[in-house]
């Protein structure tokens, strides 16, 4: 049979609710027409989505691993049907954190230079993967390393870039030139648990902090260090991008670099995606000349 938008929709309200009763109810559905749709999906991919053993409804791995896909597709069908896009069809670049660093700016600037008619979307998305599994974004600058479990990304190292201490204006450690790991263990640690490049595992297994504070986005990991709850690790993109008068940045000596890459799906996207890599390129080899120039 032919698998439509609706299977789509049933299978994610399903997936989102948990309850077959509530995603009905979300879809305006009965609930014997929307199990039906879920069948019709299962039998269409020969698996399983759907536990349907206990009370509340669990996904299978399958299920799991086709959230993703799905989600994707519905956002990809759902941005080429949007009137809005006729007028211009704009390439989605998302992050975490920081974008591009210091480079950020010059990429927008020369983008609109060279690209009027393509507007590129700079999009901040908590998210490991900045949204790109989710079909949220056409590619995504990412640091540390990209796991997409289920989806194939294609990846372009562009950069490495160094670690640095974020903490407190009036935290001790401000005292230090450059700070080691040893002499954050006395500290607590925030942790941004889901975009984040820091974990414990940073430390030696025998000489870690003895407490971490998580948080789940980069306003709430900056709030708890700029009010001396704990102390931060992130890269040298974040002072230029976060500069407060509560913070103070000091290089971390005894850390391996962070790699930033450019990331997109593995699979026909935006026909722009060439030129912003390109145009990415060019824009770093510049800086690295100027900066050798400069020395």
Do not use: C
């Amino acid at each position: 049979m032919t698998i439509e938008l609706r299977h789509l929709r049933a299978f994610l309200a399903i997936a989102d609710e948990g309850n077959v009763t509530r995603a009905a109810a979300r879809l305006h559905l009965g609930q014997p027409a929307l199990s039906r749709t879920l069948r019709q999906l299962e039998n269409h991919l020969g698996a399983r989505l759907v536990d349907r053993s206990t009370h509340h409804l669990e996904l299978t791995a399958a299920g799991h691993t086709f959230r993703g896909k799905a989600r994707a597709a519905l956002a990809a069908v759902e941005t080429a049907l949007d009137p809005a896009g006729l007028r211009g069809w704009p390439l989605r670049l998302s992050h975490t954190w920081a974008a591009l660093g210091d480079h950020t700016v010059p990429l927008l600037r020369r983008w609109d230079e060279t690209h009027p008619d393509t507007p590129l979307e700079l999009l901040r998305i908590d998210d490991r993967a900045a949204g790109l599994t989710q079909g949220k974004a056409d590619a995504a600058l990412l640091r540390g390393a990209v796991t997409s479990p289920g989806h194939r990304l294609r990846t372009e190292l562009l950069v490495m870039e160094e670690r640095v201490v974020v903490m407190a204006a009036d935290s001790p450690l401000a005292a230090l030139p450059r700070i080691t790991l040893a002499d954050l263990t006395p500290y607590p640690i925030a942790l941004n648990t889901v975009s984040g490049t820091t974990t414990m595992d940073l430390w030696p297994p025998t000489a870690r902090p003895a407490t971490a504070i998580e948080v789940t986005n980069t306003d709430e990991w900056l709030m708890a260090i700029a009010a001396g709850r704990a102390v931060g690790i992130s890269t040298s993109a974040t002072p230029s991008n976060h500069m407060h008068p509560s913070l103070l940045y000091r290089p971390l000596a005894d850390a391996p670099p962070v790699p930033v890459v450019l990331a997109w799906p593995d699979s026909p996207g935006h026909p722009a995606l060439p030129d912003l890599l390109t145009l990415t390129r060019r824009i770093l080899a510049d800086a690295r000349a100027g900066e050798a120039a400069s020395a």
